[in-house]
């Protein structure tokens, strides 16, 4: 069992940054990989950005890539989330999930190989 905890949304103007952290407890494995997603109202779940714990392995969406970072600090069990010159469609609840088996490239961006889902963290982005 894993549990995650996000936390770090708010609300920010547009070109603004936010940080999102995901708190995990449970069992964490260094080869597993750990995912944002976000879900704007009434849009369905998306893939933002995956990383493997040990942090080797990284991939992102084309709508973030050069904007949003994402990394781990394993030995505090936490996954990271920088958000910078955010834009009003990056508005959305933002979910961390923990993938069910290690990092690979062609399964990480489909919400159904995520076996563990934090409460998420609302982000808002005012133009």
């Known amino acids: 069992q894993v549990q995650l905890v996000e936390s770090g949304g708010g609300l920010v103007q547009a070109g603004g940054s936010l940080r999102l952290s995901c708190a995990a407890s449970g069992r964490t494995y260094s080869n597993y990989a750990m995912g944002w997603f976000q879900q704007a109202p009434g849009k369905e779940r998306e893939f933002v950005a995956a990383i493997s714990w040990s942090g080797i392995s990284t991939f992102y969406a084309d709508s973030v890539k050069g904007r949003f970072t994402i990394s781990s600090d394993n030995a505090k069990k936490t996954v990271y989330l920088q958000m910078n010159t955010l834009k009003p469609e990056d508005t959305a609840v933002y979910y961390c999930?923990?993938?069910?088996?290690?990092?690979?490239?062609?399964?990480?961006?489909?919400?159904?190989?995520?076996?563990?889902w934090g409460q998420g963290t609302q982000v808002t982005v005012s133009s």
């Open positions: 999930a923990s993938h069910k088996g290690p990092f690979v490239y062609g399964a990480i961006r489909s919400p159904s190989n995520y076996a563990y």
